[in-house]
């Protein structure tokens, strides 16, 4: 089974474009080595792929090998996440500070001004 369609398949990445693009980007290891998108994957295989906002790798073990995408109860049985705890701690509190820090910008102190907030900057008053 080609590695690109079990990553599709086993819904890490959305599309099967999307998993092979980070294969060729060698993104995706096999015992430190980069796969290619037509790599051949067995049961039992440990691979380590990076995780969709990129924060950190996943490593995962295939369990079994799934020809076409599958439901995500399905697609969770046919492989075992064996990622670090500590490192999927890290990953969580790093999406947690950025969660914050975008509710914490406030409405129209970045890029362009607004036409009512020119208006405003133009009289001078600036509120």
């Known amino acids: 089974m080609r590695i690109d369609k079990y990553l599709w398949a086993i819904r890490l ?3 099967r474009t999307l998993a092979a ?3 060729l980007a060698g993104k995706v290891k096999r015992d430190g ?3 290619k998108p037509s790599t051949s994957l067995k049961e039992g295989d ?3 792929v990076p995780a969709a906002d990129g924060s950190h790798k996943r490593l995962i073990e295939v369990v079994t090998l799934l020809e076409k995408r599958v439901s995500a109860p399905l ?3 046919a ?3 064996l990622t670090p705890a500590e490192v999927l ?3 969580e509190q790093r999406r947690l500070q950025n969660k914050e820090a975008r509710t914490h910008r406030l409405e129209g102190d970045q890029g362009r001004l607004t036409k009512k907030k020119r ?3 133009e009289r001078g008053t600036g509120k």
């Open 33 to 35: 080595k980069n796969l």
């Open 119 to 121: 208006r405003l900057w």
């Open 75 to 77: 697609a969770q049985a």
């Open 46 to 48: 440990r691979i380590e």
């Open 79 to 81: 492989y075992l996440d």
């Open 89 to 91: 701690a890290e990953a």
């Open 21 to 23: 693009r980070v294969c």
């Open 13 to 15: 990445f959305k599309t």
